[in-house]
């Protein structure tokens, strides 16, 4: 069974960067047709895609954010990241990552982790 | 950006209920639909894939169809555990896009 946890600072200061790493188990993040994805939602509000990477180095950014994020791999840990820069309090939100499972027609998140919020507050 | 608008914004209905859930892309998306329910402080689960596929483990209750731009997400016969919020997105093209959600409640 794969699993996904996120880890990283609860609380980032205005201007400051946003780190987070989605750690994965249960199978190795080099394996199958998956992207691994960052997707957020701010309290009471809904999802906004963050964007995704592939093993191979693809990524795919949303392009309102795509100016401060930086998605990577590191398949030795089996772990991908996600920063942010330039945090305001409008990037408050619980961070979740999600592995995008693709082929045969479709493109899906069909694990994801419980997710991680973070404040930016001074 | 393709908009993704779903309807009703909240339902009310009983255990045993059928239940319907509309999704409207701005344009269309072929069957690159799928759908998610998510519980207060839980992440989203999905249930549907492809526009009608039935994601593994998830009870046959549960069904979508559609194509092209007009989506439904149909419950035959609510449970208890249903009581959730549903949530449509679409993967046709970038940014990803989700609805703003069907909050379902218990009447």
């Known amino acids: 069974q794969v699993q996904l946890q996120e880890s990283g600072p609860g609380l980032v200061k205005p201007s400051q960067t946003l780190s987070l790493t989605c750690t994965v188990s249960?199978?190795?993040?080099?394996?199958?047709?998956?992207?691994w994805s960052w997707i957020r939602q701010p309290a009471g509000k809904g999802l906004e895609w963050i964007g995704r990477?592939?093993?191979?180095?693809?990524?795919n950014y949303n392009p309102s954010l795509k100016s401060r994020v930086t998605i990577s791999v590191d398949t030795s840990n089996n772990q991908f990241s996600l920063k942010m820069s330039s945090v305001t309090a409008a990037d408050t939100a619980v961070y979740y990552c999600?592995?995008?499972?693709?082929?045969?027609?479709?493109?899906?998140?069909?694990?994801w982790g419980q997710g991680t919020l973070v404040t930016v507050s001074s | 950006d393709i908009q993704m608008t779903q309807s009703p914004s909240s339902v009310s209905a009983s255990v045993g209920d059928r239940v319907t859930f509309t999704c409207r892309a701005s344009?269309?998306?072929?069957?690159?639909l799928a759908w998610y329910q998510q519980k207060p402080g839980k992440a989203p689960k999905v249930l549907i894939y492809?526009?009608?596929s039935l994601q593994s483990g998830v009870p046959s209750r549960f069904s979508g169809s559609g194509s092209g731009a007009d989506f439904t997400l149909t419950i035959s016969s609510l449970q208890p555990e249903d009581f959730a919020t549903y949530y449509c997105?679409?993967?046709?093209?970038?940014?990803?896009?989700f609805g703003q959600g069907t909050k379902l409640q218990i009447k």
């Open positions: 999600a592995r995008e499972r693709y082929g045969s027609g479709t493109y899906h998140h069909d694990y």
């Open positions: 249960g199978g190795s993040i080099s394996s199958g047709n998956y992207y």
């Open positions: 990477i592939h093993t191979s180095g693809s990524t």
């Open positions: 344009q269309g998306i072929g069957s690159w």
């Open positions: 492809a526009a009608s």
């Open positions: 997105q679409q993967a046709n093209s970038f940014p990803y896009t």
